[in-house]
């Protein structure tokens, strides 16, 4: 699942010196992880005790000030503090509260993703449930009322037997996504918002369907009054209000259905950010497209001129693996593989009209330092300074020679490691370990780069290779048939993958029976035909290899008129 507004993130501690990780070039859930964020940015958080600060692993601060937050602890305990109007804290009345209170019936569940509206409303999803309170004029709750909701209740109305993996809010509407890739929406529908083909407000959950029926979801986002969804195949639907040209069609008019945004054909997209009327979309490559309202630059064009079709943002060539917008606020960023992060937009009451390069290394931090309100775009998840995990400490003593018994020795290099968490880890490990008492082995098959990349990823469960070597560690993952690695790898190379190095990583896929890989390769192949076919690699094409890529191109119908 890519990120939108609302998913849950895993970020690694960094209370006084956010850095970048050495490398970003790890699984998905992984890359996630290597954000820093410290929750003290907020200055909601700011009269919490350090004691109480370093118990929180989750946090959304929201509001029309972001003087509203909630918390989750490692004890699974949810708390609120804030403001509270229209009790959208959930604590069950509407007084303003500066010291923490919990939430009782949120306690213990394990939350997936939150989105906020600007009444506020809150809605969460659960590992199995989703939760609404707060503002409900409009039927934002999706309760069928229209009466506030001061304590968290169970959105039940179509959604029995659904799980909700992701939820978006927009000012008064809320969209839910399915594991089955289902789009649900109830709540405000002045402008279409809700795609139920009226503009009468919907009062429960109802399946957003027309353009949608058949087809797969895989990430939603919502503008204060338009939403937005993508699909497994890369397209992009938008409906609702569209008078700044935020849903991408080309034209000014508000529609009540989904309609596939046609500028971006044969354009992958695979996240899309929404901001109040601007809208952000991040392709297979690493390339940003922005849309609809411009009066702040939020669009990254260098002017302040709406744009009803994507256009593409000048990034300088660097791939971009995250784009980041708020509803509540004109501010855009993203991030670049290497880890730097941009930001646009309004910053501060101030207009900036080019990607501008911070000194963050988290999206996150733009929206605590310069949107306004300085609201998160995004449910956070902060571990805390004061202790390692298993996890944490194993990371630690991966190649450290301190109490190390044992070496592998590649291309005269040294890797320390332990015999015990190599025989857990590895059933290779396990046969070769209970046969020798060695000290050092040599390794003559692997390259020192690619066998260091294994062993680590024995302590951390994390690959740090680009795709291209990420291709040797695949040949070794098949070797010790480790299939979760192996796994790992496809992944890796999927995000890695460009027009360049496409053929190049089909060859590979073939080569080590990665069937998914393959398949993922050849469909991006075809679907960058024409620069694929330009590159060398191409030509260099093995000819066995050649002629089932043509055929099979053929037969995918990439050669029609």
Not at 60 to 83: I, K, P, Q, R
Not at 268 to 275: D, K, R
Not at 343 to 351: I, K, L, N, S, T
Not at 411 to 425: E, S, T, Y
């Amino acid at each position: 699942m890519f990120i939108s507004a609302g998913v849950v993130i895993d970020l690694q501690p960094c209370i006084l010196f956010p850095l970048v990780e050495e490398s970003v070039y790890v699984c998905l859930s992984c890359l996630l992880q290597s954000s820093m964020l410290d929750v003290g940015k907020w200055p909601v958080f700011a009269l919490l005790p350090p004691e109480e600060l370093r118990l929180i692993r989750q946090a959304c601060v929201f509001g029309s000030a972001a003087n509203e937050a909630l918390y989750v602890t490692v004890n699974d305990e949810v708390f609120a503090l804030g403001t509270n109007c229209s009790g959208c804290l959930g604590l069950g009345d509407m007084q303003s509260t500066i010291e923490s209170r919990r939430i009782d019936v949120l306690c213990g569940k394990k939350i997936v993703s939150l989105s906020y509206g600007t009444g506020p409303h809150v809605v969460i999803a659960t590992a199995g449930e989703v939760y609404a309170w707060g503002h409900n004029g409009y039927s934002q709750l999706g309760n069928g009322t229209t009466n506030h909701g001061l304590t968290p209740a169970l959105v039940s109305t179509n959604l029995i037997n659904k799980r909700v993996t992701e939820v978006a809010c927009g000012s008064h509407h809320t969209i839910a996504l399915t594991t089955e890739g289902e789009v649900y929406a109830w709540g405000y529908n002045n402008s279409g918002q809700v795609g139920s083909g009226s503009t009468a407000n919907q009062p429960t959950p109802r399946r957003v369907s027309s353009c949608l029926q058949n087809k797969v979801v895989v990430n939603i986002a919502c503008g204060q009054l338009c939403s937005m969804a993508v699909l497994d195949n890369g397209e992009t639907y938008g409906w609702g209000y569209n008078c700044n040209g935020q849903l991408g069609l080309g034209n000014n008019g508000n529609q009540q259905t989904p309609c596939r945004i046609a500028a971006l054909q044969g354009v992958n997209i695979v996240q899309v950010a929404c901001g109040y009327a601007h809208t952000l979309a991040l392709t297979d490559e690493g390339f940003v497209y922005a849309w609809g309202a411009n009066s702040y630059g939020q669009l990254g064009t260098g002017n302040k001129s709406n744009q009803a079709l994507p256009t593409l943002i000048n990034m300088d060539k660097e791939r971009m693996v995250e784009v980041a917008a708020c509803h509540t606020s004109h501010t855009s960023a993203a991030k670049t593989q290497s880890g730097q992060v941009l930001m646009w937009g309004q910053c501060r009451g101030q207009a900036v009209p080019y990607p501008h390069i911070t000194h963050f290394s988290s999206t996150d931090d733009v929206f605590a330092c310069f949107a306004t309100p300085a609201v998160t775009w995004r449910l956070l998840t902060v571990d805390g300074d004061d202790y390692l995990t298993v996890a944490q400490s194993l990371k630690r003593e991966f190649d450290s020679p301190e109490i190390s018994d044992l070496k592998f020795l590649v291309d005269g290099k040294c890797i320390h490691v332990h015999k015990a968490l190599l025989k857990i880890r590895c059933e290779h490990f396990r046969a070769l370990l209970n046969e020798t008492d060695e000290e050092a082995i040599e390794i003559h098959q692997f390259s020192y780069l690619v066998y260091r990349a294994f062993l680590e990823y024995l302590y951390t469960d994390t690959i740090n290779l680009p795709p291209e070597d990420a291709i040797g560690l695949l040949d070794l993952a098949t070797y010790y048939r480790e299939t979760r690695l192996k796994r790992l790898c496809q992944e890796t190379i999927k995000r890695g993958i460009s027009e360049e190095n496409a053929i190049t990583l089909l060859s590979a896929a073939v080569k080590y029976e990665a069937r998914d890989l393959e398949d993922f390769c050849f469909k991006f192949c075809v679907n960058h035909l024409t620069a694929v076919t330009q590159t060398q690699a191409f030509a260099d094409m093995d000819h066995d290899l050649l002629k089932n890529f043509i055929s099979k191109a053929s037969r995918y119908g990439a050669f029609k008129n």
